[in-house]
């Protein structure tokens, strides 16, 4: 079956600190892997997908994430956060007819 | 300016009332999305729809009903059926394609008084 998983309920880094937020994936086939961010009482907006190709994918707002075949992850990170990046993430695969599934989100908080 | 937009943005329920948010997309897109939203819990799926007039349950259809008869517009009434309905409303919609990517509107948040 396919799942999602965020290890991290919750992090907390230092303004310029590096940022590294994991995800692993449970599917059969080929995934399709997003990343999306939510302020609060906002919707979600895309950072970054995967699909083929580099398995370093460059997204908005400095993030970036590697897939590891071997390893069933998408870990994004950031080498220096700033104080607007506080939100929430959710990692995401596209199984069939366009599904997704979610991640139960990580929560970001960054301290000064 | 495209996008997807849900209304209202704050919406209240009470004791066996049905209430019926509202979608809609200027995307073009053929596939359209509702998910629910808890503390905690991520995103889950209580409906799609991949074409006009045609829809499938999701994890959590129970309590819950939807149309598609324009392709821009995919309304979920939360029925009396529902007993914990208090939540935040997401809709989605894409291209039906795999891989495509799923474009959010800002969601609505429900309260039960």
């Known amino acids: 079956a396919q799942s999602v998983t965020q290890p991290d309920i919750h992090i907390t880094v230092s303004e310029g600190a590096s940022l590294e937020l994991r995800c692993n994936y449970s599917?059969?086939?080929?995934?399709?892997l997003f990343w999306y961010v939510q302020s609060p009482g906002q919707g979600l907006q895309l950072l970054l997908k995967?699909?083929?190709?580099?398995?370093l994918v460059q997204g908005i707002k400095g993030f970036e994430a590697e897939f590891k075949r071997s390893q069933s992850s998408f870990n994004l990170r950031k080498p220096s956060v700033h104080w607007s990046d506080a939100a929430e993430y959710f990692c995401?695969?596209?199984?069939?007819?366009?599904?997704?599934?979610f991640g139960t989100g990580t929560s970001l908080t960054v301290i000064p | 300016d495209g996008g997807i937009t849900q209304s209202p943005k704050y919406l209240f329920r009470k004791e066996g009332q049905n209430v019926t948010l509202s979608c809609e997309q200027n995307?073009?897109?053929?596939?359209m999305y509702w998910y629910r939203q808890d503390p905690g819990q991520g995103l889950r799926l209580i409906y799609y729809?991949?074409?006009?007039?045609?829809?499938q349950k999701g994890d959590i259809a129970e309590g819950y009903s939807v149309s598609r008869e324009k392709k821009e517009s995919f309304p979920l009434t939360v029925t009396s059926a529902q007993k914990n309905p208090t939540a935040f409303y997401l809709c989605?919609?894409?291209?039906?394609?795999?891989?495509?990517?799923?474009?959010f509107g800002p969601g609505t948040r429900l309260l039960v008084l």
């Open positions: 989605a919609s894409s291209p039906t394609l795999r891989g495509e990517t799923q474009y």
């Open positions: 599917y059969g086939a080929t995934p399709y």
């Open positions: 995967y699909f083929s190709g580099d398995t």
């Open positions: 995401a695969v596209g199984a069939s007819g366009n599904q997704f599934y």
């Open positions: 995307l073009n897109h053929d596939a």
């Open positions: 729809s991949q074409i006009v007039n045609d829809f």
